[in-house]
């Protein structure tokens, strides 16, 4: 890892620990526990395994420093925040879903139940919040106006990408046009808004940090698009879940929606309701003859060329730039 | 009703209308009804009843003017922020005590699910941090980040609150000392928020803010404790609910809470699991004779007085003064 990353991520990590800390009072510690349980500090399997990559926060701070801010040190409390979001996103989701782990450890509805766990979710997204106010010690109140306008536009997206995604499971007569909305609220739009958060603090001008924005929406969506190719066609060894395991989950992912439209044979299979494990091997291989790999991946691509085109539009400068730019690719070259 | 209140409540309406709007776009349409329903503005028993009474963006408001602010209207957002932070409580609240109804009608989560309801409840929170944003029209930006910090650090108070209103349901061991910190932040931190908020915004100074923030907060105290007198000892024609229910329901009100302190007949027959509803006349004077009706009246009186010298204090001015302190009459003196 280079010197920029060795500093970086622990400083993400104080500054984290500095604002869950809000909540570190006596009489909340258990409220504490879990919040700090959750962010992979504390707790059964608690470790950089259980953190998570911190790829938001890491994507802000880079992107500031891109900018030619050498002190990316005064945007961490929005580095901080767009974790807080992504980590509360996190908590209610996993109870929407009934999702028993999270990152390989039992998710927190489980271990203090449903209602403290709304409840956990909310305060990680209050902290979150009370952190943005926290740049005011730093920069101008115009400034620290406007990203809380940008956290809080992107914090609308996510709630409607979560909408439709549960709206989803419920319909029949889905199209590959329903799938932009949808990723492009849960998965793009925040790393979107930390691009677009890192330039503004990072103090770029308006064209640029519209660059960034799109730099960071297209990565958004070409990294789901191939996470959702590895869920149907990942190598197992490699990707470590077992692969085609979107299909028996029934996934509305880009290939299905693809398949779909095809109203061919895996059309016709999806129709009749939930797929079974012995069958998932050979309709992984007939969605692929339907035409609907070729088209995902072809997605992708585009996606992939998209993003590294704004990216260079936008121009990142020194280390900081050269390690966006490594992270775009590995990101994007990724097979697990 | 007065003119000045004539004047409020339909502008509070216009502007929580226009905050919710934002998600009024073609493919989250049902989103949005979710948070139209739940605002009171449509569906079945859609009308004032189901709005509620909007006293905290009343309170905001009032107090905005009380201190000398004739144009009012610029702290409309902060106002609709409040009731909306209010509502996106409400929603979870009704998930976590699984309640089924909510001023008369079905809640959120029974019409829609619980995995959407998590999301509606979210959705107004960030509605409401949006509606902050709109304050820097009127407001240097400098205020606005003074605004967004008392609001956050009042629902971080909020979720504290809910925490201990959680964790207390499988205790045994509860005193009186347990009561102050969990109704401090279920509903006094909001009030309290409030009229710190509509000082602010009125451009009161900081002692004038701080007498407001005060007056809030023993407001909220207040009310509280006479919300569980009347929840006990109520009269059924009055309040329009069954009284006595807080027992059946077996809620840590403060009346139980100090007859549990007395380790008597109540406290004894509490311990032995749920109250039947024959139980509940001869519990509720059992309660009485053991001094817990004579404890929380006069916890309460000392809480209005505490409210009312802080008002004084704070020496609101004009028609929204003598409105802030009528409605403070209102509210300390119902029977209902």
Redo the contacts between chains.
């Keep these: 890892m280079t010197d920029l990353l060795n500093e970086m991520l622990p400083a993400i990590e104080a500054e984290l620990q500095k604002q869950v800390a809000?909540?570190d009072v006596p009489?909340?510690r258990?409220?504490h526990d879990m919040l700090t349980y959750h962010m992979g500090w504390t707790g059964d399997g608690a470790g950089p395994d259980a953190t998570g990559k911190r790829i938001r926060p890491l994507m802000l701070l880079l992107t500031a420093a891109a900018c030619g801010k050498p002190d990316w040190q005064t945007a961490l409390p929005a580095a901080a925040a767009v974790e807080l979001v992504h980590n509360f996103s996190l908590v209610?989701d996993d109870?929407?879903?009934k999702s028993e782990k999270r990152r390989g450890r039992t998710t927190v509805w489980i271990k203090w139940?449903?209602?403290?766990a709304?409840?956990a979710?909310?305060?990680l997204?209050?902290?979150a919040?009370?952190a943005?106010?926290d740049l005011?010690s730093s920069y101008?109140?115009?400034t620290?106006?406007d990203a809380?306008?940008i956290l809080?536009?992107t914090?609308?997206d996510l709630?409607?990408g979560?909408?439709?995604d549960?709206?989803y499971e419920k319909r029949a007569d889905l199209g590959v046009e329903d799938y932009w909305?949808m990723i492009g609220g849960k998965t793009a739009a925040l790393l979107s808004g930390c691009n677009e958060l890192g330039a503004l603090l990072g103090g770029a001008d308006q064209s640029t940090r519209e660059a960034y924005r799109a730099y960071g929406q297209y990565l958004g969506l070409a990294f789901q698009v191939q996470d959702d190719i590895l869920g149907i066609w990942g190598d197992e060894s490699v990707t470590g879940k077992s692969a085609a395991s979107d299909l028996l989950e029934g996934k509305n992912t880009l290939p299905v929606l693809a398949g779909l439209g095809k109203k061919g044979r895996f059309a016709a299979r999806w129709a009749q309701g939930p797929i079974q494990p012995s069958e998932v091997a050979d309709l992984a291989g007939l969605l692929a003859s339907e035409g609907a790999y070729a088209y995902t991946h072809d997605t992708a691509r585009q996606m992939t060329d998209m993003a590294t085109n704004s990216l260079r539009e936008a121009d990142p400068q020194g280390e900081a730039g050269q390690l966006l730019m490594d992270l775009t690719d590995r990101l994007l070259k990724r097979d697990s």
């Design positions: 809000r909540l009489r909340t258990v409220y209610h109870i929407q879903d139940g449903m209602p403290q709304i409840n979710g909310d305060g997204f209050v902290v919040n009370l943005m106010t005011a101008p109140a115009e620290v106006v809380m306008r809080q536009n914090c609308l709630t409607r979560q909408f439709l549960i709206s909305p």
